[in-house]
């Protein structure tokens, strides 16, 4: 498999803090890859690396082949990279409609348009009655996201990222204090995800990172630790040291 | 039980907020009215039509895309001396096309000093564009070949409007003029505020942060805004350099500014009504309390910003909601009998 998204030598300093430690990571196209590692490791500053939230202090990261080191922020979405947050960013005085509408109308590229109303350009609204409806947000489109049931804003985030039609989706703890009752919802729209859709996704829930990924990264101290298939990661003795809190034996 | 949702279900949600409320109607009926209701008040009443502009020029700003502003003079004063030399040359002697030259003019500037007012939080946007204010209100100080200086910009004759209508002593024509601009360019804000760049600037407002991650060019989208705001001012301005046909450098003044932020609070943000029903409000306390205590009459003023302070300007802000919530419930229900 082609490798879509790549680091090369990634590295991250908040000033005396190494948070990022010469990442060099390779996504395969339509993988479903998990970042794991403990507290701390640097997992999400690896993903704001990869998003341009955060600017690398050294090294590289490639989409297709392609440096995307300097394009900012919104411009890696154009590219096709979309996130969720660990903590939800949303947009607390809209609607799941008005967000949801918001992001396919940026991303089919009307959202310079000044004169046409909202709601106006049927692709949107079909597009967006498709995600409410996959993430069970129809009864709640016309309530305020701010108070929203915190399982529902869940799901709006990652439907926001959805509706970005990426190629690759960062998903940084999806199910993050996600009730158990509610959990069920958040994990099958993340398992239906289609399949040429690359995923990097974070996660502390063990269980749903081996049902989920067909490929495990381990961090710790911002650098990689361990590589491989689901199996040979959960076999790796310097692993369940690591998760057991031992000392590492690098 | 569920009812499947169609297309123009969803459409219609989606459009909703543009959808004209019958209070709306009524409200530009009754403004429209007050032409013949009140003539022998076109004084106050240009003033109010020409506050209501400029506090909607800071609320596209300030209650849609969160900027915060101490120094929206400078547009105003901007578009005021535009107005009042292109007249006085006869660069462009009509009005109305002289008041789209003075409104671009007014973007101009506002598009160029955007940059400044992109970088920071809110204390440094107010340090900023107080600044802006100063520096623009020294310009039209020391220039005074060009300005008049101190003395204002005198000797300005207007010609009438689209050369039929003069403007006439007791400020009729004048009158009807500021509030037919007043709600052409309201309708041309309703317009933007209901459109997708609009909803992108509230979800700048929202979340800087994820609206860059669906896509958004946070920093393009405020520069735009702020630009178009700016014109709505410099239009502001210009109306009253030609109706009074004088331009002074109390246009740039910082209490013109301050007193735009009070006309919002009092009126609320972020629905475009605010600034029209904080203006009405702030000018007829002017009007009424300096009347009756002529000294004391920003005591009332100070006071009445801390009480509204004081409740919460949230509550302030959004004291319509439960109207545009209750309109918009019944529209809901309607859409849905449709799409069923």
Redesign the interface.
Same mark, same amino acid.
């Given at each position: 498999m082609p490798i879509v998204l790549e680091t090369v030598n990634l590295e991250k300093r908040f000033g005396g803090i190494v948070a990022t430690n010469d990442v060099s990571l390779r996504v395969e196209k339509g993988a479903r890859h998990a970042l794991i590692g403990p507290n701390g490791a640097g997992k999400t500053t690896i993903i704001n690396l990869l998003?341009g939230?955060l600017a690398p202090t050294a090294g590289k990261i490639l989409l297709d082949d392609n440096d995307i080191t300097g394009v900012?922020?919104?411009g890696r979405?154009?590219l096709g990279i979309?996130?969720t947050?660990q903590i939800n960013?949303?947009?607390?005085?809209?609607t799941p409609?008005?967000?949801l509408?918001?992001?396919v109308?940026?991303?089919l590229g !009307?959202?310079?348009?000044?004169?046409? =109303?909202?709601?106006?350009k !049927?692709q949107?609204?079909?597009e967006? =009655?498709a995600l409410?409806?996959q993430f069970h947000l129809?009864d709640v489109?016309?309530e305020r996201t701010a108070i929203l049931p915190y399982g529902k804003q869940r799901l709006l985030e990652i439907a926001?990222?959805i509706?970005?039609k990426p190629r690759v989706l960062l998903l940084d703890e999806p199910a993050a204090g996600v009730p158990e009752d509610e959990r069920h919802d958040i994990l099958s729209t993340v398992a239906a995800l289609p399949k040429d859709v690359t995923v990097l996704l974070i996660e502390h829930d063990m269980d749903l990172v081996f049902s989920f990924a067909d490929r495990i990264s381990v961090l710790v101290n911002g650098a990689l630790f361990v590589e491989g298939k689901p199996d040979e990661v959960a076999r790796d003795p310097r692993v369940k040291a690591v998760y057991l809190g031992e000392e590492a034996h690098v | 039980m569920k009812t499947p949702l169609t297309n123009s279900v969803v459409s219609r949600a989606l459009a909703a907020r543009a959808h004209w409320h019958p209070l709306e109607i009524l409200f530009w009926v009754a403004a429209f009215s007050s032409i013949w209701l009140f003539p022998g008040k076109y004084l106050i009443l240009t003033e109010i039509a020409l506050l209501a502009l400029f506090a909607l020029s800071l609320d596209l700003i300030l209650g849609y895309a969160g900027i915060v502003s101490l120094g929206h003079a400078a547009f105003f004063g901007v578009g005021a001396y535009a107005a009042a030399l292109l007249a006085k040359h006869e660069l462009v002697n009509e009005p109305v096309l002289a008041l789209i030259v003075s409104g671009l003019a007014a973007s101009a500037v506002g598009f160029v000093t955007s940059f400044l007012v992109l970088r920071g939080t809110d204390l440094t946007r107010i340090m900023v564009t107080l600044g802006v204010a100063f520096v623009f209100r020294e310009l039209a100080n020391q220039n005074g070949w060009l300005t008049g200086g101190a003395d204002g910009l005198q000797g300005v004759t207007m010609q009438p409007i689209l050369g039929l209508f003069r403007f006439d002593m007791f400020g009729h024509n004048g009158y009807v003029y500021c509030l037919t601009v007043l709600f052409v360019m309201f309708l041309l804000a309703r317009r933007i505020v209901n459109s997708p760049f609009g909803l992108s600037l509230l979800s700048i407002k929202n979340n800087p942060l994820r609206a860059s991650a669906i896509g958004i060019n946070v920093n393009f989208r405020l520069v735009a805004i702020y630009t178009i705001a700016a014109g709505y001012a410099g239009v502001a301005g210009a109306l009253l350099a030609q109706t009074q046909a004088f331009a002074s450098l109390a246009y740039f003044d910082f209490d013109r500014s301050a007193d735009l932020l009070l006309v919002l609070i009092i009126g609320g943000t972020g629905y475009l009504y605010g600034g029209l029903i904080g203006a009405f409000v702030f000018k007829f306390m002017h009007d009424y309390l300096s009347v009756l205590t002529p000294q004391y009459w920003p005591f009332w003023i100070g006071l009445l910003l801390v009480v509204i302070v004081m409740i919460g300007r949230e509550r302030i802000t959004s004291w319509t909601l439960p109207f545009r919530k209750l309109g918009g419930r019944l529209d809901w229900r309607r859409y849905r009998k449709d799409g069923a």
């Open positions: 998003t939230v900012s922020a919104h979405v154009r979309a996130r947050f960013q949303l947009f607390p005085d809209l409609l008005d967000t509408g918001l992001a109308s940026e991303r !009307s959202g310079h348009d000044w004169w046409r =109303i909202v709601g106006t !049927s949107v609204v079909d967006v =009655i409410l409806e129809v489109m016309e926001v990222a509706a970005c | -």
